[in-house]
């Protein structure tokens, strides 16, 4: 008698923990849908910049385009394995007028600035040079309205990595 007491209230106690479980995992799914659209209404910020580069000289974008009066945050990724002193990328932005190869070449020799000229009067904007699997983020109030040019100014980089950044 007494073991079928037990298995009895072993059997109650197994429900109770099942249905308990039950409820944990409908919260678990109801937070996680909530965060997810927290992040999509993030991702539709226009002045919320991605922009990636990678192992073949490339970013994924040739124009960014966001929103005048505005704060903008530039998110660079390097989704590539190679060293940044091989295939480093970073992420310039120019004032109007500058000319962007005579910039480039100019940037290029300046390896121990992270490719920034220093003292320069010539960008509005840039982050650090990464390597593969890394991150680097800028923020900075938009400027005024207008066609301006990007960059990454790695030794020879500007020749595929360039784009233009349309603020309206
Ligand atoms: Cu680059």
């Known amino acids: 008698m007494k073991l079928l ?12 923990l099942f249905a308990c479980g039950g409820k944990k995992e409908e919260k678990k799914e109801s ?15 226009p002045n919320d910049v991605v922009i990636t ?24 990724r390097h989704i590539g394995k190679m060293d940044k002193n091989v295939m480093g990328h970073n992420f ?12 480039g070449n100019k940037a290029a020799t300046e ?14 904007a840039y982050t650090k040079i990464i390597g593969g699997g ?13 066609t301006y040019d990007f960059l990454c100014s790695f030794p020879g ?3 595929l990595m360039k784009g233009k950044f349309i603020v309206e």
């Open 111 to 124: 390896k121990e600035n992270g490719y920034i000229p220093s003292g320069t009067d010539d960008v509005i």
């Open 53 to 76: 580069s990678n192992d073949a000289m490339q970013y994924n974008k040739k124009e960014i385009r966001v929103k005048a009066g505005k704060k903008v945050k530039v998110t660079l």
């Open 157 to 159: 980089h500007y020749a």
């Open 5 to 16: 007491k037990l298995t009895v209230s072993s059997t109650l106690l197994m429900c109770f």
């Open 92 to 103: 310039v932005l120019l004032k109007q007028g500058v000319d962007l190869m005579t910039f």
């Open 31 to 45: 937070f996680s849908y909530e965060k997810k659209e927290v992040k999509s209404e993030i991702a539709s910020n």
């Open 134 to 146: 890394e991150t680097a983020i800028v923020e900075f109030d938009a400027p005024e309205k207008g």
